[in-house]
């Protein structure tokens, strides 16, 4: 982002410092304008990087047998590693969900297992709605004393 506001700056740079300000509010407000645009676009429940991230997911989660040890824990085989997930707590011994607040593969197996929306699992500012709320609000230029 420095290296964005650089770039711009490199013709306002001698202008006085009113103006110099008003360049940058103005370039800031259009890239939250674009971002808010790009927002309301996506027409799947996550954000599209984590939407593309999340989806191999799926794929990789077949074929593993899970197992139900309580009504919210689960432990998911197959694969290079198998892992216990704890679906109400959002939690699995590969640590993946843990961190990334995006479902793992076990955690995907034991949703499915348990017939519980996969999306539902993931960290909600990851979601649509949430990057929609973020660039919600519009940024105005402030005038100046004189007008």
């Given amino acids: 982002m420095v290296e964005s506001l650089n770039s ?5 740079r001698d202008f006085p410092y009113v103006a110099l300000l008003d360049v940058i509010q103005e370039k800031i407000s259009k890239w939250w304008n674009d971002r808010r645009i790009v927002a309301m676009a996506i027409t799947t429940p996550l954000t599209s990087s984590q939407e593309s991230e999340f989806r191999p997911r799926f794929a990789q989660s077949n074929g593993r047998h899970t197992s139900q040890l309580n009504p ?13 997930v704890d679906i109400f707590n959002k939690t699995c011994t590969c640590k993946e969900f843990d961190i990334d607040k995006l479902p793992c593969v076990h955690a995907v197996a034991a949703a499915h297992h348990a017939q519980v929306s996969v999306y539902s699992l993931v960290s909600p500012y990851y979601t649509k709605e949430y990057y929609v709320l973020a660039y919600g609000e519009t940024i105005y230029p402030v005038r100046s004393q004189s007008q």
Wanted: glycine share 16%; proline share 0%; aromatic share 6%.
């Fill in 72 to 84: 919210v824990t689960y432990h998911v085989k197959g694969g290079e590693l198998e892992g216990v």
């Fill in 8 to 12: 711009m700056l490199v013709n306002a």
